[in-house]
Each structure stands twice: as structure tokens, then as C-alpha cells.
């Protein structure tokens, strides 16, 4: 069963990949003119990680939901499994929404087999959990921390539960499974993106 789960991820990758390709024409270009047109100064101080890491965060701020998970390289299962679904074009459009996105390590650690059974469905039970990971709105890290003991009502129409203790913050899923967030405030040009270590379940 484990080597049936690793095939339909590497499956899944390759899904993945073979869509990454086709948005290399996408918005990084815009972003790295901008870069070139910026004065002497700024070309100086760009040599440096700080300012890296700046540039990326503004490349970030001009790509939507989709191209910013495949441009950050740790979520090709929850892309594919997107794509998959049908959802693509709702998350590259207008928005805003919040994903609390799984890792592909959080996909990974999911029970051999569960992966492959969702595929066999991926307009229906595939889709209702990732809706169950997307929130209407933009919610920022200081909401969610606002929001403790209270539930979220999610794009699939079902709730999660925040719990937060001191800096961490937990969501409380349908299946009674306390998931970790992990980073927060990723911003996209149509929401934002916080970062889980789970997969979260409906009831």
C-alpha cells in the first residue's frame, strides 16, 4: 500500500510540473522588468539576502493564490490535487481568499491509499476537503489569533475551530484533529496564505 501512495504522489508531482510549465510566462516577468528598471542604488543593495528576500516577497504580492503555491516548491500535491478538482480558475480569480495550505509532507502523512481514493473523486470528496482549507475573505494572522475558541466557516460550508495557546495556533478540524499552523501571512494578489502541517478533515 505505501509504494501505491508514493506512486500516485509522484504521479501527482508530475501532474503538477507538467502545469508549472505552462505558467512560465506568467507574472514573474512583469516583476523582474520592474526590478531592472529600479535606479543604481537599489541594484547595489539587491545583492544582498535581505533585499532577496524582499524581491521575493514583492514578486509574491503580484501572483495569485495558484502561482505563488507552485512558485514556493512544497505544495505540488495540493496544486495537482487543485487542478485535479476543478478549482484551479477559482483560486486565481478576483478573491480574496484565505487557504490554509497543507505541505506536501502533510499530504504525505496522510493513511496509505487516501490520496489515491480521493483521485478516484476528484469533483467530489477531493474537492469538498480542499474547499474545507479555503475561508472567503482575507484573514490575516491577527484575525485568526482573534478568533480563539470560535469557529470559521469555510468555502465547503462546514467549520474548523481556532485554538490558541500563547504563539501557537491550532485548528480544531470536523474529525477532532488539532492542526498546527505553521506560517502565516503569505500574501498573493487575491488573498492571503497561511501554512498548515496537516490536512484538514471535515466531519
Same mark, same amino acid.
Given at each position: 500500500m505505501r509504494s501505491r501512495f508514493a506512486l500516485v504522489t509522484a504521479a501527482l508531482a508530475l501532474t503538477f510540473s507538467v502545469a508549472a510549465c505552462g505558467d512560465d510566462d506568467g507574472d514573474p516577468a512583469p516583476a523582474a522588468a520592474e526590478a531592472g528598471a529600479s535606479d543604481s542604488t537599489e541594484s547595489t543593495m539587491g545583492s544582498g539576502p535581505a533585499a532577496a528576500a524582499e524581491e521575493m516577497e514583492e514578486a509574491t504580492a503580484q501572483s495569485d493564490i495558484v502561482d505563488t503555491a507552485v512558485a514556493a516548491g512544497d505544495f505540488t500535491t495540493l496544486v495537482a490535487a487543485v487542478q485535479a478538482a476543478g478549482?484551479?480558475? !477559482?483560486?486565481?480569480?478576483?478573491?480574496?481568499? !484565505?487557504?490554509?495550505?497543507?505541505?506536501?509532507?502533510?499530504? *504525505? *502523512?496522510?493513511?496509505?491509499?487516501?490520496?489515491?481514493?480521493?483521485l478516484q473523486d476528484p469533483t467530489g470528496e477531493l474537492a469538498d476537503i480542499l474547499t474545507y482549507h479555503v475561508v472567503s475573505g482575507e484573514v490575516r494572522a491577527q484575525d485568526v489569533v482573534g478568533r480563539d475558541g470560535q469557529p470559521v466557516t469555510t468555502v465547503n460550508g462546514a467549520?474548523?475551530?481556532?485554538?490558541? +495557546?500563547? +504563539?501557537?495556533? !491550532?485548528?480544531? +478540524?470536523? *474529525?477532532?484533529?488539532?492542526? *498546527?499552523?505553521?506560517?502565516?501571512?503569505?500574501? !498573493?494578489?487575491?488573498?492571503?496564505i497561511h501554512v498548515i502541517d496537516a490536512v484538514l478533515l471535515p466531519a
Open positions: 478549482l484551479e480558475e !477559482t483560486l486565481r480569480g478576483e478573491g480574496p481568499f !484565505t487557504v490554509f495550505a497543507p505541505t506536501d509532507a502533510a499530504f *504525505a *502523512a496522510l493513511p496509505a491509499g487516501t490520496v489515491e481514493t480521493l467549520t474548523f475551530t481556532v485554538q490558541v +495557546d500563547g +504563539d501557537a495556533v !491550532t485548528l480544531l +478540524d470536523g *474529525a477532532g484533529q488539532s492542526v *498546527a499552523v505553521t506560517t502565516t501571512d503569505i500574501e !498573493t494578489s487575491n488573498g492571503v
